[in-house]
Nanobody, 124 residues
Framework: QVQLVQSGGGLVQAGGSLRLSCIAS????????IGWFRQAPGQEREFVGI????????DYADSVKGRFTISRDNAKNTASLQMNSLKPEDTAVYYC?????????????????WGQGTQVTVSS
């Protein structure tokens, strides 16, 4: 199981951009798919996007498709979420999660480990 530490986030105006990073410790990062989820106050944690363990494919929620991009660098044990054209409704705490294996999972409780979460606030 990898341990994940997140960085990035903050306050940005609508239309702006932010980049979140997720840094893993352990030797098995490349064996894990990485998912990004977010949770707004009073709401369930929702799927944002996911990237395969080899970086060869990704998928996104319809609400962020075309605006958000996930990437990873297995040599550096790092995954990133680039968020462009941010909207006030993107405001949430964002989490990266790791799941061992090749399958893409879209439900947060199927992940093995999580980052600590980072706040993203988009002002109108």
């Amino acid at each position: 199981q990898v341990q994940l530490v997140q960085s990035g986030g903050g306050l940005v105006q609508a239309g702006g951009s932010l980049r979140l990073s997720c840094i893993a410790s352990g030797r098995t990062f490349s064996l894990n798919s990485i998912g990004w989820f977010r949770q707004a106050p009073g709401q369930e944690r929702e799927f944002v996007g996911i990237i395969r363990r080899d970086g060869g494919g990704s998928d996104y929620a319809d609400s962020v498709k075309g605006r958000f991009t996930i990437s990873r660098d297995n040599a550096k044990n790092t995954a990133s979420l680039q968020m462009n054209s941010l909207k006030p409704e993107d405001t949430a705490v964002y989490y990266c999660g790791a799941r061992l294996g090749p399958s893409l999972k879209y439900v947060w409780d199927e992940y093995d480990s999580w980052g600590q979460g980072t706040q993203v606030t988009v002002s109108s």
